[in-house]
């Protein structure tokens, strides 16, 4: 029952949730405002741009510090340290007079959102009982599909009826009020706590460097004119640079980043499976918006109206999922999850003007259920056989591929629709504007089948040391088993 989960730790989980939810909108809503952001900065609705890159580039290569900022600092100061960085660079950013003010503002908030959401998310998980998990990790998750499908809404109501400065400003009273709570329900560290590792500063520089790079790169894929050596420069020093961190980590005692937890079975799943489900998920509410207003012509207040009925099926699937998940256990739902993403993608290539409204919105609703279902159970198993001591370089490490899967999937969708344009001229009949809509969302399916491959190789017991109900057969998981789910770490 959720009742029985400790009154203060679903309080931190709800803390933790509009934590993300801030972070996940401000790397979203930005876009949909670029061309009134540059006229008022007297710049090249391109040129805004920028400002989500360097966002999401800052995010990318602070992520993996916040375990090590964690251990040294504690939870409660870091936590409380990112809040205020954000909310502060929020209000930086609203103050802005020009383009470079507001990218140094927005690498600053980037900052903040880097270590607010990972540190949040691990005083969640630390401590928490096995079978408590599934709930208060699916606090945690909805707002991360909340922003993406919110966010080309709000930012049409707010750059239409209002003035770009507000994206911002509504982080301030938000901003305020997290600050307030968490101050009130993390407690500080135990003296007693054991001594902070040192820091592995060659990590440091080669998981930053080769994150960044990666980030840069998938910006560069998204921008039409980018130069391809550019791009070839940018690609290979992301491949160049992780590999040479990949081999560091490896290699040393007390990395960055503790690579050896993908020997954890579930948490490999997790973090590989749920990677490529996040490119997906990612992309999706980017190409929506955009084949609504330029095949379709609708307006960005009733595109992003309608892109909101993803969030409807992010709902209305929550409070049965954790019910479901204890009812058939892990391998199933993220095979169905898997499934329906890929069906609904798919289905919504071959949506047309003439199409419906209310069939759109249907399908919005599912495809919002199938998000819904599947990042929340990526996300449980990801701990589900990881031992409490070993919680901060699990949620460390599952953080940053999180974050560079999601920075990953508009370049993902921007490819897709490039493909789409000369692909769609081998079609049978004439091409319209949605063509290329049509073969992006068809190609992004197809990679979301990889998530299904990796479902599929799952145990059919993965997973249940955080299930409430016992596994068919017996109590508990058979001890051959166990061994096959978790490896060794």
Known sequence: MEEMIDTKRRHTALLVAGCFFM??????????????????????????????????????????????????FGARRVFLTAIAVFTLASLACALSTGLGMLVAMRVLQGAGG????????????????????????????WPALAAPVIAPLAGGLLTTYADWRWMFLVNLPLGAVAFAVAHRLIDAPSHTAAPPPRLDRWGVALVSTGLGALTWTAHL???????RAEVLLAGGAAVLLTAAAARHLL??????????MLKVTTFRASVSGGSLFWVV????????????????????????????????GNIAIKPAANRLLDRFGFRPLLIAAALGVAVTTALC????????????????????????????????????????????????????????????????ATLALRAGGPLGAWLPGPATPATPYGVAFCLLALLSLGALAGALRLHPTAGDAVRSAPAAGGPGVPAPARARIRGRV
């Open 221 to 227: 894929l998204s921008e039409a004119g980018a130069d």
């Open 281 to 312: 998920v990612a992309a999706v509410p980017f190409l929506l918006p955009l084949l609504f207003q330029e095949a379709f012509g609708w307006s960005a207040i009733r595109s992003g109206a309608a892109v909101l009925f993803v969030f409807v």
């Open 114 to 141: 880097a270590m607010m959401v990972p540190v949040g998310r691990l005083v969640v998980v630390s401590g928490a009982e096995k079978t408590d998990m599934p709930r208060l990790i699916s606090y945690v998750v």
């Open 349 to 412: 290539g071959f949506l047309t003007a003439a199409t419906p409204v209310a069939v759109v919105l249907v399908l919005a609703v599912v495809a919002g259920a199938a998000r819904s279902l599947g990042l929340t159970c990526y996300q449980v198993i990801a701990f589900a056989d990881v031992p409490q001591e070993r919680m901060r370089h699990a949620n460390t490490l599952q953080s940053t591929a999180q974050q560079a899967a999601a920075g990953l999937g508009v370049a993902a």
């Open 23 to 72: 972070e996940n909108l401000d790397g979203t809503i930005v876009s949909t405002a670029a061309p009134r952001m540059g006229d008022a900065l007297g710049v090249a609705p391109a040129a805004i741009g920028l400002v989500v890159t360097a966002y999401l580039v800052t995010l990318a290569v602070l992520i993996p510090l916040s375990g090590w900022l964690t251990a040294r």
């Open 251 to 260: 290699r040393t005692d007390q990395p960055l980043i503790d690579l050896r």
